[in-house]
């Protein structure tokens, strides 16, 4: 498994600017209030990542030889959800990125209470953001010194197909 590059987030964050501008924008063209999220959002994304730092914990030990071995499955799905809350809080960043822009470029200012909700919102996108990647290298083992080594199979060793 690949690590997720910076360059999934940042696209991440763009398509999410693009949807949260679009959203206020269709939204308010039809009448109708400009999207705010809830704040409870933001506060869910940092119980994930605290979640994910905790559940990539023991998988770090495990890898150093610190702990006993974890199921090499549980270490991927920890992992995948790692990847994939990176992602989410990539995009949902970008969308209140994307809703604060259109707020801010309103003749009217915004209110405290909306703009308060979307930039609580980023907040908790960028700490889920930081969890994930932080989770993701917790569960990355290291590169066994024989892996860079060419060389013929061993005698009992079955080649692989890839």
Same mark, same amino acid.
């Given at each position: 498994?690949?690590?997720?590059?910076?360059?999934?987030?940042?696209?991440?964050?763009?398509?999410?600017?693009?949807?949260?501008?679009?959203?206020? =924008?269709?939204?308010?063209?039809? &009448?109708?209030?400009?999207?705010?999220?809830?704040?409870? #959002?933001?506060?869910?994304?940092?119980?994930?990542?605290?979640?994910?730092?905790?559940?990539?914990?023991?998988?770090?030990?495990?890898?150093?030889?610190?702990?006993?071995?974890?199921?090499?499955?549980?270490?991927?799905?920890?992992?995948?959800?790692?990847?994939?809350?990176?992602?989410?809080?990539?995009?949902?960043?970008?969308?209140?990125? &994307? #809703? #604060?822009?259109?707020? #801010?470029?309103?003749?009217?200012?915004?209110?405290?209470?909306?703009? &308060?909700?979307?930039?609580?919102?980023?907040?908790?996108?960028?700490?889920?953001?930081?969890?994930?990647?932080?989770?993701? =290298?917790?569960?990355?083992?290291?590169?066994?010194?024989?892996?860079? =080594?060419?060389?013929?199979?061993?005698?009992?060793?079955?080649?692989?197909?890839?």
């Amino acid at each position: 498994m690949r690590r997720t590059s910076p360059t999934t987030l940042v696209a991440a964050v763009v398509i999410g600017l693009a949807v949260g501008f679009v959203i206020d =924008q269709v939204l308010t063209g039809s &009448g109708r209030p400009t999207f705010t999220p809830s704040i409870m #959002l933001p506060i869910l994304f940092v119980l994930l990542g605290v979640v994910l730092i905790v559940l990539a914990l023991p998988i770090r030990r495990a890898t150093r030889g610190m702990a006993p071995p974890v199921d090499p499955f549980r270490a991927v799905r920890v992992a995948m959800l790692a990847k994939a809350s990176s992602i989410v809080g990539a995009f949902v960043g970008g969308v209140g990125g &994307g #809703l #604060l822009v259109f707020l #801010l470029t309103r003749p009217v200012p915004p209110s405290v209470g909306s703009s &308060g909700a979307v930039t609580a919102t980023i907040a908790g996108a960028v700490v889920l953001i930081a969890a994930g990647v932080i989770a993701e =290298q917790l569960c990355t083992i290291r590169k066994d010194d024989d892996d860079d =080594q060419p060389g013929p199979p061993e005698p009992d060793a079955t080649p692989s197909h890839h």
